[in-house]
């Protein structure tokens, strides 16, 4: 007959015996750990890294021969962190894709907890997002957005494909675990209403008109920035941030994530010493902690996704 534990525990003679005992239970003594489960400050685990749109684009029209959005619940290369062992995130808690839709092409509907939006790069008038019936433009410049557990699938009834950059909080997401998705019963959401002016839409005309008339950010670290208001997304953060020519900001360090993509413009983006030269479409991402500064060519507009709002809602928020 065996033993119970705690009369084995009862009769240990020593750490190692103590140690061996408790393991068998589940348990582990807290000050044995083989790895400190606090520390100093943030371990910097994310990499910095850039993309390039030009590559991407190029990967995506290959993937326009090969593949079509009937075989693929969306047609998009992932922008995956170099970070050893890393498979999916760009950040600990967002991934940003590359997506494109071909002329006379829709891509499914569907829903998810996850946040979702995304910037247009490359679109002529007949591109659009169907947001819960809604069919939304989607020019170049323009951020739309699919909050959670919204319908949203896409179509392109123009000439010529549609390029645009999505971004999601699915890492964290799939963290906490709370994941749901749906395909949209019938494949693609009905057309109920085609509204000029959306509040999951931001267009091009009127950030750049808010850029022209906002002055520089007093801190020095983002520019000329207009923040884009969208309180449907509870987790994510988004801002546009005008960069004059020569125009340097100042280093920022802070346990946000942020994703900046380029609206217009190139520059020079430096995150913890690595140095990204950067171009229309392009992206590069400043993981939590790591500082990072921008130097603009000419000038440039860059687009700001961050998790800064769900820290500062958790306390953990802190700059530098």
């Known amino acids: 007959m065996t033993t119970r534990l705690a009369d084995r525990l009862a009769h240990a003679s020593s750490l190692d015996a103590l140690y061996s005992l408790v393991r068998d239970g589940g348990l582990m003594p807290g000050w044995n750990k083989p ?80 946040n979702a939006l995304r910037l247009v790069l490359d679109a002529e008038p007949g591109a659009y997002t169907v947001v819960d019936g809604e069919r939304l433009a989607m020019l170049p410049g ?26 999601l909080d699915v890492p964290l997401v799939q ?23 959306s509040p999951f839409v931001f267009s091009w005309r009127d950030t750049e008109a808010a850029l022209d008339r906002t002055p520089a950010d007093p801190s020095g670290r983002f520019g000329c920035q207009v923040a884009l208001p969208a309180p449907s997304l509870k987790t994510i953060g988004l801002s546009m941030m005008g960069l004059e020519a020569g125009g340097r900001t100042k280093p920022v360090q802070t346990t946000a994530n942020n994703i900046y993509s380029v609206v217009r413009g190139r520059g020079e983006t430096v995150v913890d010493g690595e140095r990204f030269e950067w171009s ?18 000419e000038e440039s507009v860059l687009f700001r996704v961050t998790d800064a709002p769900l820290l500062d809602a958790l306390g953990f928020l802190r700059s530098v």
């Open 35 to 114: 790895t400190p489960s606090l520390w100093a400050a943030p371990r910097k685990t994310f990499a910095p890294a850039h993309w390039r749109y030009a590559e991407a684009k190029a990967a995506l029209c290959a993937a326009g021969r090969l593949i079509t959005t009937d075989d693929a619940e969306r047609r998009n290369m992932v922008l995956i962190n170099p970070m050893e062992g890393n498979g999916y995130g760009t950040t600990r808690t967002l991934v940003s894709a590359y997506q494109m839709i071909l002329p006379g092409e829709r891509a499914r509907s569907h829903r998810h907890v996850p």
């Open 280 to 297: 229309r479409g392009d992206v590069v991402v400043a993981p939590g902690w790591r500082p990072h500064e921008h130097h603009a060519a």
């Open 175 to 197: 963290a906490l675990e709370p994941m749901f998705f749906e395909p949209y019963p019938g494949d693609f959401q009905p057309i109920t209403a085609t509204p000029e002016r």
């Open 142 to 167: 323009d951020v739309v957005l699919t909050p959670s557990w919204c319908w949203h699938g896409h179509g392109n009834d123009s000439g010529a494909a549609a390029y645009w950059l999505d971004y």
